[in-house]
């Protein structure tokens, strides 16, 4: 093998493994005796060392070693999670990356062993382990969803009179096979004889493993209603290597964990011959339905192993992002040469090009969702990294700050994303330093000291809509209003909220009394609005006075396939977006037509504007035949879009305007028809909001 070639897929796997510990090292913060996350933590390590060492980075691996022989003592119990141990494992994930980019330890590394040398001297943070090879401190398991199987063991043991409560324990065993997979063994050593038998008792108490991806609270809940009449433990079942990693124990090792034998016990049955399980029901120290229950859990154990092993190697395959936008490109190709079949199809007449056209179409329709959904990342995992911003601007600011993400399972194209970190940046610093008042201020003020944030985001129609929210003390307009008349940008006379606000986006302006290291020089929310006009995007403001202020990014898809509906206005085709469009109508007489020179129209009761797709292409010629209406909605607001003819239903590529025609915001991309010509692509949701703006009324 040549590692040479492989060292870019090395550096890209290191760098996602960069990001899940620097996540779970944020979710230990909140969660300190979360023993599994110390564990992602410390394989992230050491699998990053491992790597390292062997594609030839030998700064990153020695480097990593020390700061995974730390996180190895948090792992065995030695040294306690502390907010000192959580800063230096941020820490010593961004010095692992600068070195994965300059093999050259700086002072900073220095620095860092220094702390992770001086750390390991502390009594106080060290929690005293007499032995070595004692075994780790137990942790309270994870209540978190992480959509991962786990098993765990349940003992059950109920009041003999829990019958005569109501309660139908066939009902407790049902919900928990609801769950997910488990095993029973009744135990029955309680069980009277037939004599004394008493038939509205219960003699027998139960040990259960369960397989499932609920949390430890899911669980419970299913013994809710009989708690107070049943003694109930629930334990994760917890087996790993050295490293951490699962793995399956062994029969004699299950059985001591249950209580059924002792270690000695164990050790004996080994050196016998024969099968475990047979050598101790022979020598009388199992029952055969132990053994049945100890090969049940294993057998339960492994599987949930398989399956996590089975996940995690699926969410592992590797694309590079150029050769997602080239597959994207090329079923876009096919998706018009589609079309073009599809038009010299309606020319043939014995109708075999008919069938195959629509063979194809289907096909090409699946094509591209799945090529569509590979480039699909959900919200919560891209932008991830802010968690991370939110946690040092806390510092930097000296204000406490959460950051919560709306939607987290939504999914976005990555490009799109990516395209927008850079302003999200920007607006999340400005919100951190302006937005969210000091801590005195927000405890005087009532509101609770913790500042939110919340970034939330929303596909409308052709559109993306990113919305950076807090629930800080608002714009002060009346500053802004009066550093922007000294700066002469506007006048003393305006009134104008909009125009006020819009004054933040100036190249240059601040209400900052001084500069630092985060803001107030004037650049931030300019560089905001230059990158999201390069998208051909638009930001928008939203103020109340101390209750905080949202900024909403709205940019157009710029190379999508989706469905569209071909319409015709003066000889020439236009596109509307199929998910936007709720039916068609015909003009006819009978359909009642009423407002200022026939501006809205009562279909079935309901009260609809028209707009003339001529009137704002500039046309001022009118149709002579019978015009159609096609009734569009976007964000709840209908509207009936006047077109000379509906042409139909068509699968097509969004491609970019040209520089001359980007300042038209009504036209949100073009696309090419089977017959070679290009159709122009209307932007619902920017014709909608001018008709509302017209009317005096916004979205």
């Given amino acids: 093998m040549n590692l040479s070639e492989n060292v870019e897929l090395f550096l890209e796997e290191a760098r996602d493994l960069l990001v899940k510990v620097e996540n779970a090292l944020l979710d230990l913060e909140k969660q300190p005796d979360d023993r599994e996350l110390v564990n992602e933590v410390f394989r992230g390590l050491h699998t990053i060392k491992g790597s390292g060492a062997m594609f030839g980075f030998g700064a990153v691996a020695e480097f990593t070693h ?21 800063d230096i494992g941020l820490r010593a994930g961004d010095g692992i990356s600068r070195l994965l980019s300059d093999p050259t330890p700086d002072q900073d590394h220095r620095t860092l062993l220094a702390d992770i040398a001086q750390l390991g001297g502390q009594p106080n943070e060290v929690a005293v382990v007499e032995t070595p090879e004692a075994p780790p401190v137990p942790m309270a398991p994870s209540s978190r969803v992480k959509g991962e199987p786990r098993a765990w063991r349940i003992s059950l043991k109920p009041q003999a009179q829990l019958l005569n409560r109501g309660v139908r324990l066939e009902s407790l065993f049902s919900e928990l096979g609801e769950l997910g997979v488990y095993h029973a063994l009744a135990i029955t050593d309680g069980l009277p004889g037939l004599e004394t038998l008493d038939f509205t008792s219960v003699y027998l108490s139960w040990t259960l493993t369960l397989s499932t991806a609920e949390t430890l609270a899911n669980i419970r809940a299913v013994f809710m209603f009989v708690e107070d009449y049943m003694k109930i433990t629930i334990d994760p079942i917890e087996s790993t290597d050295e490293f951490g990693e699962p793995v399956t124990p062994k029969l004699g090792e299950i059985l001591v964990s249950r209580g059924n034998l002792s270690s000695d016990q164990v050790e004996a049955v080994r050196l016998a011959q024969g099968a475990f399980g047979e050598v101790a029901v022979a020598q009388g120290l199992l029952k055969p339905d132990h053994v049945e229950a100890a090969l049940a859990e294993q057998t339960i154990i492994r599987g949930t192993n398989n399956e996590r092993e089975g996940r995690q190697e699926s969410a592992t395959i590797r694309v590079r992002k150029e050769k997602l936008d080239s597959l994207v490109d090329l079923v876009g190709e096919l998706v018009i040469l589609q079309a073009i079949l599809d038009l010299e199809a309606k020319h043939e007449p014995t109708g075999t090009f008919a069938a195959i056209s629509e063979n194809l179409a289907r096909l090409a329709a699946d094509l591209r969702d799945t090529t569509m959904n590979i480039r699909m990342v959900p919200l919560e995992e891209s932008f991830a990294s802010f968690q991370r911003l939110t946690r040092d601007l806390s510092r930097q600011v000296g204000k406490e700050l959460r950051l919560d993400v709306s939607g987290g399972s939504t999914e976005l194209d990555k490009n799109i994303i990516e395209a927008l970190k850079d302003p999200l940046v920007h607006i999340l610093r400005n919100t951190a330093d302006h937005g969210i008042e000091p801590t005195e201020v927000r405890v005087k003020a009532g509101k609770d000291p913790v500042g939110k944030i919340l970034i939330s985001a929303r596909q409308v129609g052709s559109r993306v809509e990113i919305a950076v929210s807090d629930d800080g003390g608002g714009l002060n307009l009346a500053k802004i209003k009066a550093r922007a008349v000294e700066n002469k940008l506007i006048d003393a006379s305006e009134t104008n909220e909009k125009r006020i606000m819009a004054m933040i986006f100036e190249p240059g302006f601040s209400t ?10 004037g650049v931030g929310m300019d560089v905001v609005k230059r990158n999201i006009e390069k998208l051909r995007g638009e930001v928008s403001l939203k103020s109340e006075t101390g209750k905080g202020m949202t900024v909403t990014l709205s940019i157009p898809l710029t190379l999508v396939i989706v469905e569209g509906l071909l319409v015709e206005v003066a000889g020439t085709d236009y596109v509307i977006s199929l998910s936007q469009v709720e039916e068609c109508v015909d003009l006819t007489e009978d359909l009642q037509v009423g407002g200022k020179d026939g501006t809205m129209i009562d279909l079935r009761g309901r009260t609809i504007p028209i707009v003339s797709v001529r009137e704002i292409l500039g046309i001022t010629s009118r149709y002579k035949g019978l ?30 305007l040209s520089s001359s025609l980007r300042p038209i915001k009504i036209l949100s991309g073009a696309t090419i028809l089977g017959d070679g010509s290009v159709a122009l692509i209307l932007d619902v949701a920017e014709i909608v909001k001018t008709k509302l703006e017209s009317t005096g009324r916004t979205l």
């Fill in 627 to 656: 015009s159609r209406l096609v009734i569009v909605q976007n964000d709840g607001v209908f509207l009936g879009l006047l077109v000379d003819a509906v042409a139909g239903r068509k699968q097509v590529v969004i491609k970019p």
């Fill in 512 to 521: 900052a009394a001084k500069t630092t290291g985060l803001s107030g020089r």
């Fill in 66 to 86: 020390e700061v995974e022989n730390l996180f190895d003592e948090v792992r065995k119990g030695k040294l306690a999670v502390t907010q000192q141990i959580i």
